[in-house]
């Protein structure tokens, strides 16, 4: 079945450190990816979005790109901020009568 | 405007209580979830309206009961809940129903609920 594998967290970096959060993913016929964005206490927020293969997804600085020979839509970020703290949820919708399939997520830590 | 509420935000009640949990959305979105999240999981899926008609229960406990009374309201009843049920209820919308067009959803804030 459809799946989506996220890397281990948490994940604690410094402030204006680089920042990837890696995600692979399992899917028959060809799955729109998202990463989502889960901050303490809140819901979660569509981060970006791409819908074919070799699409960029960006937003706030961070970015994702859709690599079909890989099966992989990696979060980047060039700078990270305190703010940027929060868990971060990879997923994908293929058609067919099935929703949105996530990962399990990723809790960041930024530190000053 | 991508926006979904939910109220309450926070909700306590006793095993033999009787609540309801309600969602709004105005974006015109023909889809609404109702999602269950554990501390520190994924949201696990509970139920799915597509054109305000249930099109899917995820073997939910009959203790939980959906409805959608029109196509911008989305309803959790509650009644017997156990302690193990307390978690984040979410609310979330897509424009269209899974697998069709669109398929990013919108989350709204969640309710917390304690089972005591």
């Known amino acids: 079945g459809d799946s989506v594998t996220q890397m281990e967290g948490p994940v604690t970096l410094s402030e204006e450190a680089f920042l990837t959060i890696n995600c692979t993913y399992t899917?028959?016929?060809?799955?729109?990816l998202f990463w989502y964005v889960q901050y303490p206490g809140e819901g979660l927020q569509l981060l970006l979005k791409?819908?074919?293969?070799?699409d960029k997804g960006s937003n706030k600085g961070f970015e994702a790109t859709y690599r079909k020979e890989t099966t992989s839509f990696h979060l980047e970020k060039g700078s990270v901020q305190v703010s940027d703290s929060a868990v971060y949820f990879c997923?994908?919708?293929?058609?067919?009568?099935?929703?949105?399939?996530f990962g399990k997520g990723t809790r960041l830590s930024v530190i000053a | 405007d991508t926006e979904v509420t939910q109220t309450p935000k926070h909700l306590v009640m006793g095993m033999t209580n009787k609540k309801s949990l309600k969602c709004e959305q105005h974006?015109?979105?023909?889809?609404m979830y109702w999602y269950k999240q554990k501390a520190k999981k994924p949201p696990e899926l509970m139920f799915v309206?597509?054109?305000?008609?249930?099109?899917i229960n995820e073997s939910v406990p009959s203790r939980f009961s959906p409805e959608c009374p029109n196509s911008s309201l989305l309803n959790l009843h509650l009644h017997a809940l156990q302690p193990e049920d307390s978690a984040l209820y979410l609310c979330?919308?897509?424009?269209?129903?899974?697998?069709?067009?669109?398929?990013?959803?919108?989350f709204g804030p969640g309710t917390r609920l304690t089972v005591t």
């Open positions: 979330a919308s897509s424009q269209d129903p899974p697998g069709q067009g669109a398929l990013e959803q919108y």
């Open positions: 974006m015109g979105h023909r889809a």
């Open positions: 997923a994908l919708g293929v058609s067919g009568n099935t929703p949105l399939v």
């Open positions: 309206y597509s054109y305000e008609k249930l099109s």
């Open positions: 791409a819908t074919k293969a070799d």
């Open positions: 899917a028959t016929g060809y799955p729109s």
